[in-house]
């Protein structure tokens, strides 16, 4: 309490976390290299509303026309299988969930692949690895 007998009031806005922190500051990178490499954003962090469904990082079109769903991995180490090590059955299924939840508003769904872009965030600038066509809808 104040000198004047007052609760202090807690700030209204949430403190950002370093790993919240870092996942956006990679999926900034990620995205500006697949920028430099001709692909144009259509959205970003899309998610599937209710519990349990999936989340996409990035949405681009491909300059083939091809609709990419884009997840973003960031480590700072390779234990463990490093970023790519990180992408496991699970979360595949809840990506393609959420990739055919986006499709189901189109009349005529485009094309599509699942890409992987890995930020290595141990180098200085930061190293990008683009896996294209990483995985499959299961």
Not at 16 to 43: H, M, N, W
Request: glycine share 10%; with cysteine; hydrophobic share 40%.
């Amino acid at each position: 309490m104040d000198f004047l007998g007052k609760r202090p009031q807690r700030p209204a806005v949430k403190p950002v976390d370093s790993t919240t922190a870092r996942g956006q500051l990679a999926e900034d990178a990620a995205l500006a290299y697949l920028q430099a490499q001709g692909l144009k954003l259509v959205e970003r962090n899309y998610r599937t509303p209710g519990r349990g469904g999936g989340e996409i990082d990035l949405i681009v079109r491909d300059r083939d026309g091809s609709l990419v769903f884009v997840e973003v991995r960031s480590r700072n180490t390779d234990r463990f299988g490093g970023a790519a090590g990180s992408i496991g059955q699970t979360k595949q299924r809840r990506i393609a969930l959420a990739a055919g939840h986006y499709l189901m508003r189109m009349v005529v769904p485009p094309p599509c692949r699942f890409d992987v872009v890995l930020v290595d965030s141990s180098h200085s600038p930061a190293a990008i690895e683009w896996l294209k066509a990483a995985f499959d809808a299961m």
